[in-house]
């Protein structure tokens, strides 16, 4: 067990809609990332939180967005919802800023019909 | 620039057998290397990882070789076992809160 809690587990929505991912980091984790992971582009590099702030950010869509809380848990929120979204999603977390995601969750695999 | 280009994209060993998984790289500035061990239904789990100032590194039954010219860095699973069937990403980055760039991964299947 990697520590990282991410729900929910799988989702199913249509086209247009919205949704929030949920990550809660392994506890003392600092770092939170966000990736996509799809088929044909392997593990896409979304967004980097540090202790509440943003990090770095990767090929995040601007339909995509993401926090984290004083709590250090964080949301990704998706809009606008196309057929290509459709993918998992992972959080991953670690100690420090540097770069490196040490403890993934399970993932949400999000489905758009 | 940026990529990590990760081969093969699919690998079938015998029980008992090394596989091997090989990654090259472009961006002269990593100097992270790690890999990525993922099963079905889970996330990726840090496996092991070098960085350039060593040619090798040696954990269990897992290496990574490193060619600082070529660009090069490979996985070996010495006495591959059922149990190491999973997908293996490699992935690249540097110093300095850089993210990691991740290769495509490679499924690894080990049959008895």
């Known amino acids: 067990d990697s520590g990282v809690t991410q729900t929910p587990k799988h989702l199913i929505t249509a086209t247009g809609q919205r949704v929030t991912l949920r990550c809660s980091p392994r506890?003392?984790?600092?770092?939170v990332y966000w990736y996509q992971q799809s088929l044909d582009q392997g593990l896409q590099f979304l967004i980097q939180y540090y202790n509440g702030e943003e990090r770095a950010k990767g090929n995040i869509l601007e339909r995509f967005s993401a926090q984290q809380f004083p709590d250090l848990h964080s949301e990704l929120n998706l809009s606008s919802l196309e057929l290509g979204d459709s993918a998992l999603y992972f959080c991953?977390?670690?100690?420090?800023?540097?770069?490196?995601?040490?403890?993934f969750g399970n993932g949400t695999r999000l489905t758009v019909t | 620039q940026q990529q990590v280009k990760q081969s093969p994209q699919s690998l079938i060993v015998q029980k008992g057998g090394i596989s091997i998984i090989n990654c090259a790289y472009e961006n002269t500035a990593f100097d992270y290397f790690p890999w990525y061990q993922q099963f079905p239904g889970k996330g990726p789990a840090l496996l092991i990882a070098i960085r350039p100032d060593v040619s090798e590194k040696k954990e269990g039954r897992f290496t990574i070789s490193f060619n600082k010219s070529a660009k090069q860095f490979s996985l070996h699973i010495m006495d591959s076992q059922p149990g190491d069937s999973a997908t293996y990403f490699c992935?690249?980055?540097?110093?300095?809160?850089?993210?990691?760039?991740f290769g495509k991964g490679t499924r690894l299947s080990v049959i008895a």
């Open positions: 991953a977390s670690s100690v420090d800023s540097l770069g490196t995601p040490l403890h």
């Open positions: 506890s003392g984790d600092l770092s």
């Open positions: 992935a690249a980055g540097s110093s300095g809160n850089t993210p990691l760039v």
